[in-house]
């Protein structure tokens, strides 16, 4: 059984940071590519990061770029999600997913499993 779970969301003022996590079972980790997304009330889901199998790329949202730094340890089959410079219209709960294909993806759709989600709120 394929498992994907978030976590390290919270609460944090703006210009604050969070480290969001992402363990995965049942699957071999290190052939697949991941991606974060996140959803905010009333919104759609939408990209936010993904990296390649190996770590060796990865691609990010233009609200997030400079900002956020997408990371997986294949070792402990986990992703990682580093957010600096948190600002309110960050505020969405924080999905991983993954992909049964090696490259990169900003599409949705192109996500095969998806995790439960973890709640950010960044405060003004």
């Known amino acids: 059984q394929v498992q994907l779970v978030e976590s390290g969301g919270g609460l944090v003022q703006a210009g604050g940071s969070l480290r969001l996590s992402c363990a995965t079972s049942?699957?071999?980790?290190?052939?697949?590519?991941m991606g974060w997304f996140r959803q905010a009330p009333g919104k759609e889901r939408e990209f936010v990061a993904s990296?390649?199998?190996?770590?060796?790329?990865?691609y990010y949202a233009d609200s997030v770029k400079g900002r956020f730094t997408i990371s997986r340890d294949n070792a402990k089959n986990t992703v990682y999600l580093q957010m600096n410079s948190l600002k309110p219209e960050d505020t969405a709960v924080y999905y991983c997913?993954?992909?049964?294909?090696?490259?990169?993806?900003?599409?949705?759709?192109?996500?095969?499993?998806w995790g439960q989600g973890t709640q950010v709120t960044v405060s003004s």
């Open positions: 990296i390649n199998w190996s770590g060796g790329t990865t």
């Open positions: 997913a993954a992909r049964s294909e090696l490259g990169i993806s900003p599409m949705r759709d192109d996500y095969d499993y």
């Open positions: 049942g699957r071999t980790f290190r052939s697949d590519a």
